[in-house]
């Protein structure tokens, strides 16, 4: 009886540390599971911020690769706007050019316009001056003329007077 409550309490603790080595097991393969369970979700967590930090990357890549492309076009749009306006402002040099020529043609033919006019008056007048002085000599010469015959006539009668007293 002593060897069997021995071979029982001997079965009973071979029970009782079998039951707690299966415990210890159970717990140490619940530790490797939660272990093994930590690493998966870790490493899930590694992959997505790799993940994430690379979708970052590539928006920045993106974003960088748009602002470029808009500062582009802006430089090619303004490059553009600076063509055109310096076109625009040749036109108007040219335009003004032009308009200062026409302008300067009009004073010129104006100024030449007046020149021969004014060299016309003074011709005109000093036509005029010597048809006057012309006119004057003329009509002086008629003057001596006719005092000339008035003298020549009086000279005449002084000598049929003279003629006449000497016959009488």
Known sequence: AKALAEEAARAKRAAA????RR???????????????QQAIAE????????????RLQLAAEE????????????KADKAVQKQERREQRAKDKARL?????LRDIVTAEVQRRVAQEQ???????????????????????ALKE????KQEAARLEAIRAERELME
Request: aromatic letters at 0%; zero cysteines.
């Open 17 to 20: 540390e079998d039951k707690a």
């Open 23 to 37: 415990k210890q097991a159970a717990k140490e393969k619940a530790m490797a599971e939660e272990q093994a369970r």
């Open 44 to 55: 899930e967590e590694a992959r997505l911020r790799e993940a994430m930090e690379e979708a």
């Open 64 to 75: 960088e690769a748009q602002r470029l492309a808009e500062e582009e076009t802006r430089r």
């Open 98 to 102: 032009e308009e200062e020529q026409k």
């Open 120 to 142: 016309g008056a003074r011709l005109a007048g000093a036509a005029s001056a010597a048809a006057h002085q012309a006119e004057e000599e003329n009509a002086r010469a008629a």
């Open 147 to 150: 005092q000339a015959q008035l």
